[in-house]
């Protein structure tokens, strides 16, 4: 689930549900709503509350460490967006393209993970290994065997320091997504 934080990704989904239903709206009123749901007056209190939190971390710890975004390489957009999208539930936060028909770098994300997938070369390199850290893994579990991919049908693992439900990407990525257990 996202946060706060994540309110212009959230304005951005808004308006595609929106223009997906031909109800059209601006950046900004998108931004407004979402600023409205989270109980701000408007975007601008939104958005100092945003960098206030901010901030607040630097400021009291002096020194503070945010968790890693894995970049993962791909090779075929289609089924890069078949994968991590339709089966394993992300969302695309931003797309950068250097120019029409050059390899594509985006952003996805479900909840606070954020993961880069890349088609340029050097990026990254095939046979990546990705330990994610969930809360809730044998309802993510359940949710991924309900699809019925054709191509995964990952088991839930007891491991020493945990639950582990492992996927294999279609480009030879390993993702390990794990309830890690408090002794």
């Known amino acids: 689930m996202r946060s706060f934080h994540n ?20 950046h900004s009123q998108a931004l407004e709503l979402v600023a409205h749901m989270f109980g701000f007056a408007d975007w601008n209190t939104h958005a100092a509350r945003i960098a206030a939190g901010e901030a607040e971390v630097d400021r009291s710890a002096g020194l503070h460490f945010k968790p ?3 970049i993962i ?5 289609a089924k890069a967006r078949e994968f ?9 936060d931003w797309e950068h393209r250097f120019h ?3 390899p594509l770098y985006m952003q996805i994300s479900r909840g606070d993970l954020l993961i880069h997938l890349s088609e340029h070369h050097g990026d990254a ?6 330990f994610c850290r969930v809360v809730g893994i044998e309802a993510f579990h359940a949710e991924l065997i309900a699809k019925n991919y054709k191509n995964n049908r990952p088991g839930l693992e ?9 996927v294999h990407d ?14």
């Open 125 to 130: 390199s095939p046979g990546a290994n990705c």
């Open 84 to 92: 991590y999208l339709d089966f394993l539930g992300f969302a695309v």
């Open 73 to 77: 390489r791909s090779f075929d957009e």
């Open 68 to 70: 890693a975004i894995p």
């Open 158 to 166: 007891r491991q020493d320091w945990g639950l582990e439900v492992t």
């Open 170 to 183: 279609p480009f030879g990525n390993r993702i390990r997504f794990c309830e890690q257990q408090h002794t």
């Open 7 to 26: 309110a212009k990704t959230m304005a951005r989904t808004l308006r595609e549900e929106l223009a997906a239903q031909s109800l059209d709206i601006s």
């Open 100 to 102: 029409p028909g050059a």
